[in-house]
């Protein structure tokens, strides 16, 4: 794993930034894997702004997001689909039919889940993934568990989790209780792993992650296992690492 240690969130966003930009160059038609979180606005603003300069072209690139709320429209501001369009979609030359998300309102969560795991896998492989990471170690809402759930799958959130998102919602009752994600095995096939941390608040479970047991329980520390992983970080997240 290569840790890139960044001075503060700005530092961080263009350092991340880079990376894709740099995928998006060697490989036009690539098949990048997107978070949503505050964790990766600053970078999706520095590749609007990249775009604007007329460094990045968007019009061969296809996206796969991780994970969306299950039970909320598109419309609803709070989902993932409002989100990406926000802070990144509309604001580059991305054909829309290139970005695909789990579809939050398909009531039946086997056949969304089979649709989205067969939509990954009809794309070839993810080049490039990007991913934030949850307090408790969760990776698209792969919550800690005893297994690693292997593919697209419908989770039920955990309190710590409805807690952390509730800052979005009216009140702690208004954040869904279940969500669409990616499988910790769909996460684990892209082929490059870009991993994004900042703030004292992820300091522990960075240590944990990628310096502790390999465990379900930590989600994340299956990272460990994957040949191409590029954790960039700020000071403040690697400030408890060996
Ligand atoms: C988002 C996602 C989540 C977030 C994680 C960190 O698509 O899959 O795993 O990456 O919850 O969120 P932030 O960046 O808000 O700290």
């Known amino acids: 794993?290569?840790?890139?240690?960044?001075?503060?969130?700005?530092?961080m966003s263009r350092r991340a930034a880079g990376i894709v930009s740099a995928q998006i160059i060697m490989k036009p038609d690539c098949v990048l894997g997107l978070a949503t979180g505050s964790t990766p606005i600053g970078l999706y603003k520095q590749l609007i702004e990249w775009y604007r300069n007329g460094d990045l072209d968007f019009s061969a690139v296809r996206t796969v997001n991780l994970d969306e709320y299950k039970g909320i429209s598109r419309e609803n501001d709070q989902?993932?689909?409002?989100?990406?369009?926000?802070?990144?979609?509309?604001?580059?030359?991305?054909?829309a039919e290139n970005t695909h998300l789990p579809d939050g309102m398909e009531p039946d969560s086997e056949k969304e889940c089979g649709r989205y795991e067969e939509l990954i896998r009809s794309m070839g492989s993810v080049d490039l993934q990007l991913l934030g990471i949850g307090h408790n170690g969760?990776?698209?809402?792969?919550?800690?568990?005893d297994v690693f759930d292997k593919q697209v799958h419908c989770v039920n959130l955990t309190q710590s989790t409805i807690e952390a998102n509730k800052r979005?919602?009216?009140?702690?009752?208004?954040?869904?209780?279940?969500?669409?994600?990616?499988?910790i095995?769909?996460?684990?096939?892209?082929?490059?792993?870009?991993?994004?941390?900042?703030?004292?608040?992820k300091a522990d479970i960075i240590r944990d992650s990628f310096f502790g047991p390999i465990t379900p329980k930590v989600p994340a520390s299956v990272l460990q296992l994957h040949n191409?992983?590029?954790?960039?970080?700020?000071?403040?997240?690697?400030?408890?690492?060996?």
């Not at 969760?138 to 568990?145: C, D, L, R, T, V």
């Not at 919602?169 to 994600?181: G, K, L, N, W």
Request: proline share 5%; charged share 25%.
């Open 1 to 11: 794993m290569r840790i890139y240690r960044a001075k503060d969130y700005e530092e």
């Open 79 to 95: 989902s993932y689909y409002y989100f990406m369009h926000q802070n990144l979609f509309d604001h580059v030359n991305i054909p």
């Open 138 to 145: 969760h990776i698209g809402f792969n919550e800690p568990s």
């Open 228 to 242: 191409d992983v590029t954790l960039v970080a700020d000071e403040a997240a690697l400030s408890k690492i060996p």
């Open 168 to 183: 979005f919602f009216a009140s702690a009752e208004d954040v869904p209780r279940q969500a669409y994600t990616m499988g």
């Open 185 to 201: 095995q769909t996460i684990m096939r892209s082929k490059k792993i870009l991993i994004m941390a900042n703030g004292e608040g």
